[in-house]
């Protein structure tokens, strides 16, 4: 019973924000139809393989991450599991998220459940530390000078939420003193230990984590670059300095119950970026990365529909 209310809560939390959103805007649809009329397709489809590269160098540290766990998989495979997280992400707003197909699939190779999910979970963690970590070292760089205070506070405080989680996930005294404060998480206590001390193992790779936290980067600075791009092909100019400080904004906000974001993401969009292209442009701008995240997804569902050792029985793989 709580899957379907759950799914059924992001359903609405997605389309009331898109409604909510609409509404604001109500007056700029004409400015807004024009703005995306002329866009300019050779740099809109440059945008779109700025993030395609962004996956690719992403795939590489699933690869990475997985394989710490004694569990081989080609770049192909990587890639083609990344691409087809996306397509259940955003097209199925059901429970089975494309990080549960990941660890479903990577579980069939090595028996290993527990460490194929944690393997997968690290590799989401990664990459948003380092998006997060670089909008903090944007923000001692210069960008205290193109931000109000509100951007400033937000970072600072998304920092230090990652410096805990990184605090926590590699020091198990920490860990242990918290025990007591989760009693009620004892049904699933042994899991939980389990878990910990498999993504606790990753502490000791510092090579490995090395090599992640890099590849992290380019994937990220690519997306950045890609996103400007996306700006640039409707006539605005966005810094990256100022995409650095704002996205990883979007991103965090991204990640609360919704469709994969929809909503929360175009809603922050234009909040964060109005104040600098104007809220028809921003809204444009969230326009064309809902469009480039549609077109990604729509590539991972054609991989896994002719890809039968993707394919899984959705019953099985239901957290």
């Known amino acids: 019973m709580k899957k379907p209310i759950f799914t059924l809560l992001r359903i609405f ?3 009331f924000l898109i409604v909510i959103l609409l509404y604001i805007m109500r007056d700029k649809y004409g400015q807004i139809l024009r703005v995306l009329e002329g866009t300019n397709v050779l740099l809109l489809s440059t945008g779109f393989i700025f993030y395609l590269a962004a996956i690719a160098v992403a795939s590489i540290r699933l690869k990475l991450i997985v394989a710490a766990q004694k569990t081989t998989i080609t770049f192909v495979e990587s890639l083609s599991l990344t691409f087809i997280g996306y397509f259940f992400n955003n097209f199925l707003p059901t ?11 990577l579980s069939k190779k090595n028996n290993d459940r527990m460490a194929s999910y944690t393997s997968v979970f690290v590799d989401r963690i990664i990459g948003l530390i380092t998006m997060v970590f670089m909008a903090f ?6 960008g205290r000078d193109v931000v109000d205070n509100s951007i400033k506070n937000i970072i600072y405080l998304i920092t230090l939420f990652a410096i805990l989680a990184v605090i926590f996930m590699t020091n198990k005294k920490l860990a242990k003193k918290l025990k007591p404060i989760t009693f009620f998480l004892k049904p699933i206590e042994e899991k ?3 878990a910990y001390d498999t993504v606790h193992h990753y502490k000791n790779r510092k090579a490995l984590m090395f090599k992640s936290f890099v590849i992290s980067m380019v994937s990220q600075l690519l997306f950045f670059f890609g996103l400007g791009i996306l700006a640039f092909s409707i006539g605005s100019r966005i810094p990256i300095l100022d995409v650095l400080l704002r996205v990883p904004i979007i991103s965090m906000l991204s990640l609360l119950p919704s469709i994969n974001g929809l909503g929360l993401r175009e809603g922050s969009t234009v909040l964060l970026f109005s104040q600098l292209i104007g809220k028809e ?5 969230s326009i064309l990365w809902l469009f480039v995240l549609l077109l990604v997804s729509v590539i991972g569902g054609v991989i896994y529909s002719v890809s039968p050792q993707f394919k899984v029985k959705l019953k099985e793989v239901a957290p």
């Open 95 to 105: 429970s089975i998220g494309g990080d549960v197909i990941k660890g479903y699939y």
């Open 13 to 15: 939390v997605s389309l």
């Open 281 to 285: 442009n921003a809204f444009a701008v």
């Open 137 to 142: 070292f944007a923000l001692l760089l210069g």
């Open 192 to 194: 939980l230990k389990t």
